[in-house]
């Protein structure tokens, strides 16, 4: 088998992903997939919010990041979603065609979009509620702060601070992570930061977003996404929040606003696809923030950022040029999923190209391989994440709380009706089948039982296995 299998993958920025000045040159020119785009979302966004991004990025002297994110922080995400989807528009209009696209954190509503899941004016008014449901529920004024360190150090200083609302948001790479969290709590987390010889950035975001502090955001956008409809994919679109790829069968509205609450795992998503075959990245927006985090953590990947220079066309070129590479045409949809996530092993779909094609072939058997991989019994701490995520997400609270010891009713009141619905969640999730009926859930009293639980259930394979049900 060919491991090299060079498949390209879009990767769709997020949060600070602006540049001012970018595809101006090419607005002022009237090129179609520019004017279309934000044509589209200038319309939704002046019914919805009162605002227009076009008239704001495409003036003379545009703002910078700052100046954005001080006055028009709501013009901010919607210039970033736009520029990410007129990116793409002129890339696949000039012949690219890339295998997998992937988003960071608001990225992925333009990867989704850009992947067939909604129509553009539809995902722009998701946006637009995203918006407006976050901006009410935030009445403390949350932040994010970059961290020149790996997660665990960051870890052991958010434990040092001790706030509740402090978290862990995104993990980037192995010298970079991000904190969300209250102002006060993110000034704290930055004085001593710097303190300990950290470097510590704030960062262009105007909440604290992969943060319980927006649950209550996370359930009322849920409910006003249920009504936008969605469409299937053309593009497989590779989740690091959920750790898999996005499915047709999936409930785009629950899973978008899981974001709110969610952290982001993007330096395992990119070790995941990289070990399914992917080597080329192209950056569809602004600047070079992503194909930069790819370069640091897959040395001798290919990277292009079309909008990171001075000459946006020459840029865009050399995207164009990367996507079209034969291998990245096989249709194909991985069976990847990074380590330590919730959700049952993604089922493989073989690539639709000509039989006896050698890249169909490489395509197939990369996906056996995976899928292979992701079949086997997983280790107890792997176990134990997926778990935990599931926990966390069922019960809104975060995922630190879940330690092996902690009493699931006593410590954290999940009564005996939410702990035999979570078991059978398990047993749904990970092929256990349904919980035995004699089962007690006195006898799962801890999370760490739980999880033993599960792991006897995947390791001998038994669909209803478990400690003695009486």
């Known amino acids: 088998m060919n491991r090299d299998l060079d498949l390209t993958v879009a990767l769709f920025p997020g949060q600070g992903a602006y540049r001012a000045g970018a595809l101006a040159a090419l607005w002022e020119r009237g090129a179609d997939a520019v004017r279309d785009t934000f044509e589209v979302v200038d319309e939704v966004a002046k019914e919805r919010l009162g605002q227009e991004v076009s008239s704001v990025l495409f003036q003379p002297s545009p703002p910078s990041p700052a100046m954005l994110l001080q006055q028009a922080p709501d013009t901010l995400q919607l210039a970033i979603f736009a520029t990410s989807v007129a990116t793409h528009r002129l890339l696949t209009g000039s012949g ?11 990225g992925e509503v333009a990867a989704l979009t850009c992947a067939g899941a909604y129509e553009l004016a539809d995902a722009t008014a998701v946006l637009c509620e995203r918006i407006s449901v976050v901006r009410a529920h ?23 601070i001790d706030h509740a609302s ?19 709590a993110i000034g704290t987390a ?37 009504a936008f409809e969605r469409r299937d994919t053309t593009v497989p679109v590779y989740s690091p929040i959920l750790g898999r790829f996005y499915r047709d069968g999936d409930d785009l509205a629950e899973l978008l606003a899981l974001h709110l609450v969610t952290p982001v795992d993007f330096r395992t998503a990119l070790t995941a696809l990289h070990g399914a075959g992917a080597r080329t990245f192209v950056e569809a927006g602004a600047g070079r923030v992503l194909t930069s985090l790819a370069e640091a953590a897959l040395p001798g990947v290919h990277t292009v950022a079309p909008l990171a220079g001075r000459d946006d066309e020459a840029g865009l070129a050399a995207g164009v040029d990367a996507l079209r590479d034969p291998l990245s045409r096989a249709t194909a949809i991985l069976p990847v999923r ?35 991989a992701a079949s086997a019994p997983a280790d107890r701490d792997e176990l134990a994440d997926r778990v935990r995520a599931l926990y966390a997400e069922a019960m809104e609270y975060p995922q630190e709380v879940f330690t092996d010891d902690v009493l699931l009713e006593a410590d954290l009141g999940v009564d005996s009706v939410k702990q035999t619905e979570l078991l059978s969640r398990l047993g749904d999730r990970f092929g ?36 003695a049900a009486r």
């Open 96 to 106: 690219a065609r890339p295998s997998v696209h992937m988003g960071h954190s608001l």
């Open 138 to 160: 935030d009445r403390r004024g949350g932040s994010m702060l970059a961290l020149r360190c790996n997660r665990e150090r960051a870890e052991r200083l958010v434990a040092l």
């Open 432 to 467: 256990l089948g349904a919980p035995p009926s004699g089962l007690r859930v006195a006898d799962y009293d801890t999370f760490g039982k739980v999880v033993d639980f599960v792991a006897s259930g995947v390791t001998s394979g038994a669909r209803t296995q478990g400690p």
């Open 338 to 372: 990074a380590p330590a996530v919730a959700d049952a092993p993604v089922t493989a779909v073989a690539a639709t190209v000509a039989e006896g094609d050698p890249v169909a072939e490489n395509v197939v058997q990369a996906g056996q391989a995976a899928q292979g």
């Open 166 to 184: 402090l978290v862990v948001a995104v993990d980037n790479a192995t010298d970079q992570t991000v904190l969300s969290g209250p102002a006060d």
């Open 190 to 226: 930055e004085a001593i930061a710097r303190q300990l010889g950290i470097t510590a950035t704030p960062l262009r975001s105007p909440h604290p977003f992969h943060n319980p502090l927006l649950a209550g955001a996370r359930r009322e956008l849920a409910a006003r996404l249920a």
